[in-house]
Every structure is written in C-alpha cells, then in structure tokens.
Nanobody
Framework: QVQLVESGGGLVQPGGSLRLSCAASGSIFRINAMGWYRQAPGKQRELVATVTSGGSTNYAESVKGRFTISRDNAKNTVYLEMNSLTPEDTAVYYC????????????WGKGTLVTVSS
C-alpha cells in the first residue's frame, strides 16, 4: 500500500507565502507524475500543478508565476512553493501521485487546508 502525507498548510495573510510538502511512503517501485490539486468550498477539485519524474512541470493559469512545484525523487517527496497568495487561493490542497508498486495506482493524500485571510 502507498500513503501520501501532506504538510505545511495553515493561515496566511494576503500577499504571503507558504510551502507545502507531500511525502509518499510504502511499497513503491517507481513514481511517475506527482501533483497538487485543490478544492475550495462549494467548488470542484481543480489542478494546481504537476511535475513528472524528469522534472517537466505544468501549472494552472491562475497560479502561473506565483506557485512553483518541485520534487525530490530520492525522498519521494513533492513540494509546492506558493507566493503572492490571495483569498482566492483558499482551499484544501491535495497531493496526487502516479505510483507503480509495481502495479499502477493513482494515489491521493488526505489534504491540507490553506486559508488566505487578513
């Protein structure tokens, strides 16, 4: 089994920064893409950013230039550096990973809440 555990959420003022982390553990053979998604109250879950094992990244238009996704393959960990946060970024942020154990599985963390408010 594979577990994803997020950390780093919290309350931050508009214009502030936060760094989220997500560590994968368990019977991992290889991890392909990892990413972050978010779900705001009353809205559907949406893509924030993804990163492949080779380091290629993809961002939602709403976070381009403000958020940076990165990963440490040796630690099976993905990060999300969030800058210039606005109240519209308030959401539960979920980590996602495409993991081979060696069977393929799409795994999710339980989420971490980010609240942007003064």
């Amino acid at each position: 089994q594979v577990q994803l555990v997020e950390s780093g959420g919290g309350l931050v003022q508009p214009g502030g920064s936060l760094r989220l982390s997500c560590a994968a553990s368990g019977s991992i053979f290889r991890i392909n893409a990892m990413g972050w998604y978010r779900q705001a109250p009353g809205k559907q879950r949406e893509l924030v950013a993804t990163v492949t094992s080779g380091g290629s990244t993809n961002y939602a238009e709403s976070v381009k230039g403000r958020f940076t996704i990165s990963r440490d393959n040796a630690k099976n960990t993905v990060y999300l550096e969030m800058n210039s946060l606005t109240p519209e970024d308030t959401a539960v942020y979920y980590c996602n990973a495409h993991v081979f154990t060696p069977l393929y599985g799409d795994y999710w963390g339980k989420g971490t809440l980010v609240t942007v408010s003064s």
